[in-house]
């Protein structure tokens, strides 16, 4: 009578068992046990992100892990800067490289030079997505038919300024008001005359900020389609640089340093000795997070002679990774037209998704801190209109070197800015020689 309990207890024991070990062989945890083809026989695939401050892909990122549960993305937040630095050297090393990278515009050609380290997006279907991307957008992700680059959001450029200050100095105030007046940078600079002469206030933080906008209006930036460096050529840079003279010597531009002195520009912003911001849409944040004492003092306007594109990014996947097919699905849904969407709502950062445009968050939106102004509205005008140059791989090098360079003569009032800016081009032309 007792021979049957036992046995029948030795039976479940040796189950028991062999669930155990078969739980363990299979590796029973929450990583993923990756097979040669990159899928996964585990339950969940964990996917490394690299992105910078103020993506704000860390607050849609818990909705995709909630809503995918066999694929987590684990995301890792660093500064601009060091974000590319160390994606070029895990590339370099050829190891330690995420499962997805985010990559800006301005060094996005370095990494195009190598299209085989990252996948053709193609390959997973992006090319059926293509429709819903600004095309000027989609392509600058491309190398030939291959597609590396899912794009982000974009930057077109706007004018935010201090309707306050305008209107102390007798300025136009009204954001098409403003446009109609400041028609061209001639404009612009009567208008920091005044406000000079009637508030004490600058123009911009900087005159360099100036050059910044008109050389992005151009055709080419710093190098033609065979990486032959043509500032010396090109007219429009010519241009910018005339501009920048002329601000600094008319004395309507401050010499702030947002790069090197972060902590010295934001205060002038925040106390209203600087009076306008030439940025892009993500500029928006900047404004509200250095200024945060002018809530409702801000608006924002279309810049003289029209707008170009400031920022902007990608998302790609190296060739490391082992879970492409997760990476994809997981940068497809970041990227789609509706998560775009949100992560405007949530940062600013704009859309390469036309079709969201019409959305009630631009064109019903608006904005406490710009005095309820729908600035959405504004991007969208200025986005469709926004004129796209090739960068280059080396243009963030020869960038470096001039606004690092300029930065020092808007300080030494001493320094001839001609003789600096040809100073500078043969800076660059030596440090390209080494690479």
């Known amino acids: 009578m007792n021979r049957m309990p036992k046995r029948k207890s030795m039976f479940l024991l040796l ?6 070990l078969s739980a363990c062989s299979s590796g029973g945890t929450q990583s993923a046990v990756k097979n040669e083809a990159g899928g ?31 694929i987590e993305i684990i995301p890792q937040i660093y500064k601009w800067e060091d974000a590319h630095k160390k994606v070029l050297t895990a590339m370099s090393a050829g190891s330690g490289a995420p499962d997805i990278a985010m990559i800006d515009i301005s060094q996005m050609d370095q990494f195009l030079k190598y299209p085989d380290k990252f996948y053709d997006l193609n390959e997973y279907g992006a090319k059926d997505l293509s429709k819903d991307y600004l095309d000027w957008k989609w392509k600058q992700g ?56 009637k508030t004490g206030a600058s123009i911009l933080s900087n005159p360099y900020e100036l050059y910044g906008a008109i050389r992005d209006q151009g055709n080419e930036l ?63 944040g900047h404004v509200e997070t250095r200024a945060p004492d ?3 003092k801000w ?26 097919k997760e990476a994809y699905t997981a940068i497809s849904w970041m990227l789609s037209p509706q998560q775009q969407l949100e ?43 926004v004129k796209v140059q090739r960068k280059g791989p080396f243009y963030q090098t020869v960038e470096d070197i001039i606004s690092d360079g300029m930065q020092a003569v808007t300080v030494d009032k001493s320094k001839d800015p001609d003789k600096e800016f040809a100073a500078l081009i043969e800076k660059a032309k030596t440090k390209l020689k080494n690479k």
């Open 15 to 20: 189950v028991s068992l062999l669930v155990l």
């Open 40 to 70: 996964n026989s585990g339950k969940k695939v964990q996917l490394q992100m690299w992105f910078w401050q103020g993506a704000s892909f860390e607050k849609i990122i818990p909705e995709f892990n909630r809503t995918h549960p066999n």
């Open 142 to 197: 491309s190398v030939g038919s291959k597609q590396l680059g899912f794009p982000t959001d974009i930057g077109p450029m706007v004018l935010y300024y201090r309707q306050d200050l305008f209107q102390q100095a007798g300025l136009p105030s009204e954001p098409n008001d403003v446009a109609a007046k400041i028609k061209n940078w001639d404009d612009f600079l009567a208008a920091g005359k005044t406000l000079k002469e």
């Open 222 to 284: 710093y190098f033609d389609k065979d990486e032959n460096l043509t500032m010396e050529s090109n007219p429009q840079i010519k241009k910018a640089l005339d501009y920048y003279k002329k601000a600094r010597e008319m004395g309507i531009a401050g010499a702030y340093d947002q790069k090197n002195a972060l902590q010295e520009y934001s205060a002038a912003l925040n106390s209203g000795k600087i009076a306008t911001y030439i940025s892009a849409a993500w500029g928006k």
């Open 294 to 296: 002018t809530k409702g």
């Open 299 to 324: 608006r924002a306007a279309k810049i003289p002679e029209g707008t170009g594109n400031m920022g902007g990014s990608f998302l790609l996947i190296p060739k490391e990774t082992k879970n492409a």
């Open 343 to 385: 992560v405007f709502k949530i940062s600013g950062n704009f859309p390469s998704t036309p079709s969201v445009y019409g959305d009630k968050a631009f064109t019903e939106a608006g904005y406490e801190f710009w005095g309820n102004q729908k600035l959405g509205i504004l991007f969208s005008e200025v986005a469709k209109d």
